[in-house]
């Protein structure tokens, strides 16, 4: 059952050092049957996904969050926290991205939850993939919760500033969060700036990603992981063309 630990952000930089794009499939707790998992998960690893983030803004307990990880524990993919607060750190997971919202105006986002959280994360075990979470235009969910000041979509130019403090603190994964269910993703030009800002973070992005088209636009534009949600529920099969179209790449 360890056996992702302490391996997982090799893994993903292995992947994107030998010019692989990664899919990562989203779970959220507070939107999925834990009964249908199992099944769904098959599908998504058959269609090529790479890893499970299993997190949620809102209404998630550590217990939901172990039950998700259980179901998914019959593909065997690296299973990464994305959570919310700190009530959505689980020990059954591989590894959390350990993240701070650099565009909250809370201080409790920036540095806050992390203290609370630092503790637990050591005691469980659990891998670390310290990570810049920059939410963008939408927000969702995790801006309102978050109490982001969303990057307008036309300044790629602030995003980029902020992916260049985040390198610059040593963050290692960059995360452009339009928001879950966002209207319009985070745009490709956006992508594009941030990319050619920063030197060896991995960028993920995420937000209202729903056809294969504008996944694969992202990715062209510099994307390393593209993150999937609301799809996997509303549509297996957009969800698998998605995941084919970020690992045929494009770059
Ligand atoms: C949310 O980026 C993710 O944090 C996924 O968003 O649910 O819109 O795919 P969607």
């Given at each position: 059952?360890?056996?992702?630990?302490?391996?997982?952000?090799?893994?993903?930089?292995?992947?994107?050092?030998?010019?692989?794009?990664?899919?990562?499939?989203?779970?959220?707790?507070?939107?999925?049957?834990?009964?249908?998992?199992?099944?769904?998960?098959?599908?998504?690893?058959?269609?090529?996904?790479?890893?499970?983030?299993?997190?949620?803004?809102?209404?998630?307990?550590?217990?939901?969050?172990?039950?998700?990880?259980?179901?998914?524990?019959?593909?065997?993919?690296?299973?990464?926290?994305?959570?919310?607060?700190?009530?959505?750190?689980?020990?059954?997971?591989?590894?959390?991205?350990?993240?701070?919202?650099?565009?909250?105006?809370?201080?409790?986002?920036?540095?806050?939850?992390?203290?609370?959280?630092?503790?637990?994360?050591?005691?469980?075990?659990?891998?670390?993939?310290?990570?810049?979470?920059?939410?963008?235009?939408?927000?969702?969910?995790?801006?309102?919760?978050?109490?982001?000041?969303?990057?307008?979509?036309?300044?790629?130019?602030?995003?980029?500033?902020?992916?260049?403090?985040?390198?610059?603190?040593?963050?290692?994964?960059?995360?452009?969060?339009?928001?879950?269910?966002?209207?319009?993703?985070?745009?490709?030009?956006?992508v594009s700036?941030v990319r050619q800002?920063?030197?060896?973070?991995?960028v993920?992005?995420?937000?209202?990603?729903?056809?294969?088209?504008?996944?694969?636009?992202?990715?062209r534009a510099g994307a390393?992981?593209?993150?999937?949600?609301?799809?996997?529920?509303?549509?297996?099969?957009?969800?698998?063309?998605?995941?084919?179209?970020?690992?045929?790449?494009?770059r």
């Amino acid at each position: 059952m360890r056996l992702w630990r302490g391996r997982v952000a090799k893994y993903i930089e292995d992947k994107v050092g030998s010019g692989e794009t990664l899919h990562f499939s989203l779970v959220d707790p507070a939107k999925t049957d834990v009964k249908e998992l199992p099944r769904i998960a098959e599908q998504l690893v058959e269609a090529g996904t790479d890893a499970f983030l299993v997190g949620g803004s809102l209404a998630v307990s550590e217990s939901d969050i172990d039950e998700v990880i259980e179901a998914l524990r019959t593909a065997s993919l690296p299973i990464i926290l994305f959570p919310g607060n700190i009530n959505g750190i689980s020990r059954k997971a591989d590894a959390i991205l350990f993240m701070s919202l650099l565009n909250s105006d809370d201080i409790y986002y920036v540095t806050g939850a992390q203290v609370s959280a630092a503790p637990i994360i050591k005691r469980y075990g659990l891998e670390v993939l310290p990570t810049a979470y920059i939410i963008v235009g939408y927000g969702g969910a995790a801006g309102f919760m978050g109490r982001a000041r969303p990057i307008p979509y036309d300044k790629p130019e602030i995003a980029a500033a902020y992916a260049m403090a985040a390198e610059m603190m040593g963050m290692r994964f960059i995360y452009l969060e339009a928001g879950s269910g966002a209207p319009k993703p985070v745009p490709t030009d956006m992508v594009s700036y941030v990319r050619q800002s920063i030197d060896s973070s991995i960028v993920i992005v995420g937000g209202g990603i729903r056809s294969p088209e504008v996944a694969q636009g992202i990715v062209r534009a510099g994307a390393d992981v593209i993150v999937t949600g609301n799809i996997i529920e509303d549509s297996i099969e957009q969800a698998k063309r998605i995941i084919r179209a970020v690992k045929k790449g494009g770059r």
